[in-house]
């Protein structure tokens, strides 16, 4: 009975261990989303880009709703697209997707202000990917949590939506994601992206010691 005892407590302690993790990515998400409301973009964004893609937001496939926004737009339903984006936005403050969309339609409705406050959080995201490297080798390799991020720089900064191959590389015991672009001029490019975040997510996901 003692030996079941002893052998039930660090599954306890790995239980217990989870929730408060959880408990703490989902307080930074809330706290970092007050401050964005708020107006105040001055924070630690990898933070929140982690606690966003990790536990801080229940999941939510928002490409639906894209394709929705841009059948709206195409029909002149302006805001009704915006509501699409903001259905984005309010699922996870942190995707830059929604923002675009919101961009999008707020010039459309020629509200520059608000469109500029968009902007400037979408700005916020790329700074805070760009800041990490450059994306020139494995050792200047962009920092991402997610693997949507790494499309979201094709898309925003480069210009492209599908890279033109992609393989899983392991360099110094670190995984990065090297991507082969063709740029607006048809210039090859590649792209590297530190995956060691993401793949270790993934990892703790499939053995059970987190929680999706």
């Given at each position: 009975?003692?030996?079941i005892?002893?052998?039930?407590?660090?599954?306890?302690?790995?239980?217990t261990?989870?929730?408060?993790?959880?408990k703490?990515?989902?307080?930074?998400?809330?706290?970092?989303t007050?401050?964005?409301?708020?107006?105040?973009?001055?924070?630690d964004?990898?933070?929140?880009?982690?606690?966003?893609?990790?536990?801080?937001?229940?999941y939510f496939?928002?490409?639906?709703?894209?394709?929705?926004?841009?059948e709206?737009?195409?029909?002149?339903?302006?805001?009704?697209a915006?509501?699409?984006?903001?259905?984005?936005?309010?699922?996870n403050?942190?995707?830059?997707?929604?923002?675009?969309?919101?961009l999008?339609?707020?010039?459309?409705?020629?509200?520059?202000?608000?469109a500029?406050?968009?902007?400037?959080?979408v700005?916020?995201?790329?700074?805070?990917?760009?800041s990490s490297?450059d994306?020139?080798?494995?050792?200047?390799?962009?920092?991402t949590?997610d693997?949507?991020?790494?499309?979201?720089?094709?898309?925003?900064?480069?210009?492209?939506?599908?890279?033109?191959?992609q393989?899983?590389?392991?360099?110094d015991?670190?995984?990065?994601?090297?991507?082969?672009v063709?740029?607006?001029?048809?210039?090859?490019?590649e792209?590297?992206?530190?995956v060691?975040?993401?793949?270790?997510?993934?990892?703790?996901?499939?053995?059970g010691t987190?929680?999706?």
């Amino acid at each position: 009975m003692k030996l079941i005892a002893a052998l039930a407590l660090p599954l306890c302690f790995s239980a217990t261990s989870v929730a408060q993790a959880d408990k703490s990515v989902k307080a930074i998400y809330e706290a970092d989303t007050k401050k964005v409301e708020s107006g105040d973009l001055n924070f630690d964004w990898k933070e929140y880009r982690m606690a966003a893609q990790h536990g801080g937001t229940p999941y939510f496939d928002w490409h639906a709703v894209r394709n929705k926004f841009h059948e709206q737009m195409d029909k002149g339903d302006t805001d009704g697209a915006l509501k699409s984006a903001n259905e984005i936005i309010s699922h996870n403050m942190e995707e830059p997707e929604g923002h675009i969309l919101a961009l999008v339609a707020y010039q459309k409705l020629g509200k520059q202000t608000e469109a500029a406050y968009q902007h400037k959080i979408v700005e916020a995201f790329l700074n805070s990917l760009t800041s990490s490297g450059d994306g020139k080798s494995s050792k200047t390799a962009f920092v991402t949590v997610d693997e949507s991020e790494e499309y979201f720089y094709l898309n925003i900064v480069i210009g492209v939506g599908l890279p033109e191959s992609q393989s899983l590389m392991t360099v110094d015991g670190h995984s990065f994601d090297l991507l082969k672009v063709k740029d607006r001029d048809g210039k090859e490019q590649e792209v590297w992206f530190n995956v060691d975040i993401s793949m270790k997510a993934m990892s703790d996901a499939i053995s059970g010691t987190k929680k999706k």
